[in-house]
């Protein structure tokens, strides 16, 4: 009898669900849905934050996709998810479990995501210093919690505990009080050592910080608890493994050689390669460096270029275009339009039009806006625009991660990964073209195959 391992992936587009057979190391069946759970705030200038609910309802709407067969013969649970983001609960009715065997939210706030940006330059250098060497940006958990804390602490008082939103759905399967979290995960929220992996304690406290909302760190790759009820077939008891990152895992599902990059596109970028295993980083943040050393399993790092601009550039030109579309009395689905830039962008192999697309900054240069140049009479068709998009969408990743900083660290092949890879072959090309190394693809939903492929390894 066939058994297998459910991967889930709560991204910031989309959530991505795998069913992952333990015998041929294989993908039985998978799906994808879009969260549509943006929520647009005027009042708070910056905000990025999405509806957690909707997530979670999302998550629902996907499992059920899955086949009801093999999902009774799931044997472990794994989740990954956007990183940095933060929701707050309270303890013990975080959910909602009475409509049969899956759950819906309760008491959960909104989910503050790592593209929010309502923690200006100012704002953060008013934070202490960590002692990590990872600095800490807006979107981070800890910056947002601050944040409350200072602007809306009437806020925090409502809830008990804080994880990001892929913790959150660990924490509601396994019926636990409070929140556990991989190293993956904590490093993202800031003010986290991954050398000891304690969070800064007492820094924090030092400054008023919440201390009860840091939630207890365990090793990436260990088990969270087991499955409280059945869920979605899956049957009570099933072991759940403590949430992983999204980039991480992206990258356990394709890099197979320590010679091995990793350019992964989903709404956000990275390119990423592995350290060698005595790798250890340094005593303090360096802010203004645009590679950062993310913890990857045991002890071991990986050297990344994460870039706040991926295929949300692509997203936001979308969504301009059909906003204006509406104010001239037009409409067009996104898949459509989608669909007509990508076909638009084939039939324009080069342009000469420049486009940056740092909508959202960069963590390490966060006042580097957006930038179209060398805008001329014969370069404004879509076609020169979608494909100046896509180009610089890779100028950009690769000027944070130099050429030769990858021929330095012995990388002879780049997979490509991410569905803004998978979904346009535009892309695809410029990937292709941005790089000396030769260029493969990897699986799609990569984070879902990833954490599975993970849970997996356990066995
Ligand atoms: N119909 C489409 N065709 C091509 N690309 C798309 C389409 N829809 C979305 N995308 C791209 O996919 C990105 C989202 O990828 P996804 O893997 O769902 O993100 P995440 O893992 O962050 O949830 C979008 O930002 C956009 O660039
Ligand atoms: O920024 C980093 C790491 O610092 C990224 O690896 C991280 O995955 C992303 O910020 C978020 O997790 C969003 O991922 P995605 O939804 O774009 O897949």
Not at 14 to 29: H, I, M, N, Q
Not at 175 to 187: E, I, K, Y
Request: net charge negative.
């Amino acid at each position: 009898m066939s058994t297998y391992v459910l991967g889930v992936d709560v991204g910031t587009t989309s959530v991505k669900t795998v069913l992952f057979e333990t015998g041929s190391r294989s993908v039985a069946a998978s799906h994808a849905l879009p969260t549509t759970s943006d929520i647009i705030d005027h009042n708070l200038i910056k905000a990025k934050e999405q509806e957690s609910g909707r997530i979670i309802d999302t998550l629902n709407r996907c499992l059920g996709l899955l086949p009801r067969d093999k999902l009774q013969h799931v044997i472990r649970i794994g989740l990954s998810g956007q990183m940095h983001g933060v929701l707050f609960w309270k303890a013990k009715s975080g959910s909602d479990w009475s409509k049969r065997d899956f759950f819906t939210t309760t008491d959960t706030s909104q989910l503050v995501t790592w593209q929010d940006g309502r923690c200006s330059s100012h704002f953060l250098s008013s934070l202490p210093k960590p002692h990590s060497h990872i600095s800490v940006a807006t979107g981070f958990g800890c910056a947002t919690i601050f944040w409350y804390m200072r602007h809306r602490p009437e806020f925090l008082e409502d809830f008990t505990v804080a994880g990001t939103i892929q913790d959150y759905v660990v924490s509601m399967l396994c019926g636990l009080d409070g929140c556990v979290m991989t190293p993956q995960n904590a490093a993202s929220w800031g003010f986290f050592n991954t050398s000891s992996n304690q969070w800064n304690i007492d820094i924090l406290k030092g400054a008023g910080f919440p201390l009860h909302l840091l939630p207890q760190c365990v090793p990436s790759g260990g088990l969270a608890g087991q499955t409280c009820s059945d869920w979605h077939g899956i049957p009570a008891g099933t072991p759940v493994g403590a949430a992983l990152g999204d980039f991480q895992s992206s990258v356990y599902s394709c890099m197979s050689a320590q010679t091995d990059a990793v350019l992964n596109i989903s709404t956000s970028a990275q390119l990423t390669f592995a350290m060698p295993a005595d790798f250890r980083p340094p005593d303090s943040p360096q802010p203004a460096s645009s590679i950062s050393y993310f913890p990857y399993f045991e002890d071991s790092y990986l050297a990344v270029a994460a870039s706040l601009n991926g295929g949300n550039a692509l997203a936001t030109f979308v969504e301009m275009l059909t906003s204006w579309m509406k104010e001239l009395g037009a409409e067009m689905s996104d898949s459509c339009l989608y669909e007509k830039l990508i076909h638009s962008a084939l039939n324009q192999e080069t342009s000469d039009l420049r486009v940056s697309p740092t909508i959202l900054g960069e963590r390490h240069d966060p006042l580097c806006l957006g930038q179209v140049t060398n805008i001329s009479t014969t370069n404004l068709s879509l076609g020169h625009l979608t494909r100046a998009l896509c180009r610089g969408i890779l100028d950009n990743i690769t000027s944070m991660m130099p050429a030769e900083r990858l021929q330095q660290a012995g990388v002879r092949r780049i997979v490509g990964s991410g569905s803004a890879i998978a979904r346009n072959e535009v892309l695809r090309q410029e990937v292709e073209k941005a790089f000396a190394q030769p260029v493969v693809y990897g699986q799609n939903a990569d984070s879902a195959v990833g954490v599975a492929m993970v849970l997996c390894d356990l066995l």
